[in-house]
């Protein structure tokens, strides 16, 4: 193909042919090269306030593709090919970064309710992910894939339970993410974000439940 030629044409063609061209070359990219070309464009649109209805529907969706196996592409692992990850391993956690950050757009916006909605769903994933059920595979895998900042979702998320749960439905949403953190070295600092974020009841609470169950708070 003729690279000039090519886009000396392209540059006398209409606006709207050049828009479907770039829709054909999206789809036609994997993830990492739609990063390489569209990342920095991405960064520069300004964010339209995120419809807590339709992001609930479109994790609800996302879950049920993840439950259904749509994102599980299993392949024979040798010593050639044990560092490969498939597309739809990439593509899982892409979409499970944008909800993530979508839903704490959805805490900032005040739309505490449904943003507990959204992360429940999400961090319930999450926790398959890490249990190893096959929803999506690749010989090493982890949170550490999650794009974004995950503390700043976690701290979203506890931010919109703290204000919309009693006590008890508190302690049930902040223990498996201050368990999942005291496995990664308190890499997130979860219980101290739960504890500052909690009304006096739901810090009592909870600070029972941690002692019940005997879960680590901090490096010894």
């Not at 886009?7 to 050049?18: D, M, R, T, V």
């Not at 950050?101 to 992910?129: H, P, W």
Request: glycine share 4%; proline share 4%; aromatic share 10%.
């Amino acid at each position: 193909m003729k690279k000039t030629q090519l886009f000396e044409y392209l540059k006398k063609q209409k606006p709207s042919l050049l828009i479907e061209l770039l829709q054909s070359a999206y789809e036609e990219l994997d993830t990492d090269q739609r990063e390489d070309v569209f990342g920095n464009i991405i960064d520069e649109i300004p964010l339209s306030p995120v419809k807590g209805d339709q992001l609930l529907q479109d994790i609800q969706a996302f879950r049920s593709e993840t439950l259904s196996g749509h994102y599980y592409s299993p392949f024979n692992i040798n010593s050639k090919n044990y560092m490969h990850i498939p597309e739809e391993t990439r593509i899982w956690f892409s979409k499970l970064g944008d909800f993530l950050n979508d839903s704490t757009r959805l805490t900032e916006q005040g739309d505490l309710s449904t943003a507990v909605e959204c992360f429940t769903i999400l961090y319930d994933l999450v926790e398959k992910m890490e249990a190893g059920e096959d929803i999506v595979f690749a010989d090493e895998i982890g949170s550490w894939m999650i794009p974004g900042d995950e503390k700043l979702y976690i701290h979203a998320y506890l931010s919109a339970a703290a204000a919309t749960s009693t006590p008890e439905e508190y302690a049930s949403i902040a223990m498996p993410l201050i368990r999942r953190d005291s496995y990664s070295s308190f890499v997130h600092k979860t219980y101290a974000s739960a504890v500052n974020l909690a009304s006096e009841e739901q810090k009592e609470h909870l600070t029972e439940e941690v002692k019940k169950h005997k879960i680590k708070t901090k490096l010894r």
